[in-house]
């Protein structure tokens, strides 16, 4: 028997009660929303549904002619500013063909982000409501480490770089602090601006929402955030399944299938978590481990794999990194630099220090305003346990030249071996600067006035040319057709690397890979990486 999935089921509008089928859908939005499909069996196990797979449904759903209404359900959404930001614009696409109604059981920042672009947003009388603003939380391990007997080693360009300060510190310095709190103004502007639009208000007004402490529904109606209040039955009549409209909805879309004959179309690369050499592959799930690993060499091939298919005419470069290794991000940069096809990149929530670095020389570069992104700057580091193998009766002996210890955590660097370090992040900084230089036409003095290792939110960074576009993925097809000529409705593919030669290395696997992917970057010190451990609420 056809089932529609959990997110999605057929009701009928108060008013055709007594119409022959369903003429509304009712969508709950819920969970983390990855931007690209994960593997059949990893979804079905963990219930999840990819933005790329949402995207679809809405489309098959704006073309379907029964449809008079959308009510969609938000709750327990765990997504990211970017991504809220990402998911309002695909309602409001939506919205342009169908009535869409947005219904918050639970009312907060995001939810009323992700509903920002429709006319008509209802909660229930009982709604919860959270609308405090945004802050950011990081947690310190400095002193906890330290009273274990772990220091931590903590080399940096620049200021702003913040990458390892967790580690070594004990408290936030004042430029993490500054470049934080520039972020959150930021991302405040943003979310004013864009919930203020629809329900046309005033921004001064919106912001002294942030500081009214509502706590009912009855507030949100007359501060214009909701347009009603209602519960969902009020709206709808759920009914049972009914086959026909249920299969047009969930039967596999067709367009997907364009590429698969010689149609000219856009390519999609993704560049999804912690950037490194070699190929791609899972790690542990955060906060444990890096989670997905962006390798190099998959990258690579993925790109040049497009660049090989005369039918594909633009790339999409889709980065959602806080990047990693500094060789394994040059690489990514350099195929990028070469393609003779236009390449179009795309931020998703995080596209800073490797995740920049990688895209800096693409052709057209598109940020959330929420993307936090720019953190130009470099990092080496190691923890050091010489003062807990003494309390734990540990003993490492040390033979051989002491450079070829340098990364050891037996004991701290020495000072020609700072020195050497410091040579070395210089050099990469300096390529860095000069790879943004280039692909953004800036001068290096500028590049390096702007990055000191700091942050910006991508509104800030289009106001001083990291990016050209604030938009979402769908911004950034557009351009790509448009920069290779395609007809609006060209066809998109996502891009790996391919099979690979059977027998060769790459099929083997490592038995202690679990826990080497807690430091992903194998012997690579030098890193051009943006922690992702600060908690935007």
Not at 48 to 67: N, P
Not at 105 to 130: F, G, I, W
Not at 228 to 254: K, N
Not at 390 to 402: D, Q, S, T
Request: hydrophobic share 45%; charged share 25%.
């Amino acid at each position: 028997m056809a089932r529609l999935p959990e997110r999605l089921r057929l009701a009928l509008s108060p008013d055709h009660a007594d119409s022959a089928g369903p003429d509304w859908v009712v969508l709950d939005l819920h969970g983390s929303y990855p931007t690209h499909r994960t593997a059949p069996l990893q979804a079905m196990l963990q219930r999840t549904e990819s933005f790329e797979a949402l995207a679809d449904r809405l489309d098959r759903i704006g073309k379907a002619s029964w449809v008079r209404g959308v009510l969609v359900r938000v709750g327990g959404l765990t997504v990211g500013l970017a991504t809220a930001h990402a998911l309002g614009a695909l309602l409001g696409r939506l919205a342009g063909k169908k009535r869409v109604v947005g219904y918050l059981p639970q009312v907060s920042m995001r939810s009323l982000l992700v509903t920002a672009a429709l006319e008509e947003v209802v909660a229930p009388e009982s709604a919860e409501v959270s609308v405090p603003g945004f802050a950011a939380e990081q947690l310190y391990l400095g002193s906890f480490l330290g009273r274990r007997g772990i220091a931590f080693e903590n080399l940096r360009i620049r200021e702003y770089k913040s990458a390892l300060t967790r580690f070594s510190d004990d408290r936030m310095d004042e430029y993490n602090r500054e470049q934080l709190t520039a972020y959150l103004d930021s991302a405040e502007t943003g979310w004013v601006r864009e919930v203020a639009r629809t329900r046309r208000l005033d921004e001064a007004r919106m912001r002294a929402v942030l500081d009214a402490d509502l706590t009912n529904a009855a507030q949100l109606l007359d501060a214009g955030l909701i347009t009603r209040i209602a519960y969902d039955d009020e709206i709808v009549t759920p009914v049972d399944q009914h086959w026909g409209r249920a299969l047009e909805l969930i039967r596999p879309q067709l367009s997907a299938k364009k590429l698969t004959r010689k149609v000219d179309g856009v390519a999609i690369v993704p560049v999804i978590g912690a950037i490194v050499s070699g190929r791609s592959r899972g790690g542990p799930p955060m906060p444990f481990g890096t989670g997905p690993l962006a390798g190099a060499d998959t990258v690579v091939a993925a790109l040049r794999k497009a660049q090989r298919d005369e039918h594909t005419k633009a790339i999409v470069l889709f980065v959602d990194s806080g990047g990693g290794s500094a060789l394994a991000s040059d690489l990514i940069c350099r195929a990028v630099a070469r393609s003779d096809k236009p390449v179009v990149a795309v931020m998703g929530e995080v596209a800073g220090s490797g995740g920049y670095y990688v895209l800096a020389q693409a052709r057209h570069v598109v940020a959330s305003p929420f993307t936090i992104t720019g953190s130009i700057g470099v990092v080496v580091g190691k923890p050091v346990l010489t003062q807990f193998n003494e309390r734990h009766g540990l003993n490492p002996e040390l033979v051989g030249r002491e450079k070829a210890l340098f990364a050891s955590p037996a004991r701290s660097f020495s000072d020609d071996e700072r020195a050497w370090a410091e040579k070395m992040m210089r050099e990469v900084y300096d390529r860095f600067v000069d790879r943004v230089a280039r692909g953004r036409r800036l001068t290096a003095a500028r590049v390096d006035e702007i990055g000191r290792g700091r942050i910006w939110s991508g509104a800030d960074a289009l106001e001083i040319g990291l990016v050209d576009e604030l938009g979402d993925l769908q911004a950034g097809l557009a351009v790509a057709r448009r920069l290779s000529g395609l007809p609006d409705d060209a066809p998109v593919r996502t891009v790996g690397a391919g099979f690979t030669v059977p027998g060769t290395p790459s099929f083997a696997k490592d038995p202690a890979a679990a826990l080497a992917a807690l430091w992903p970057f194998g012997q690579e010190r030098v890193l051009t990486w943006l922690d992702r451990a600060v908690t935007i609420r």
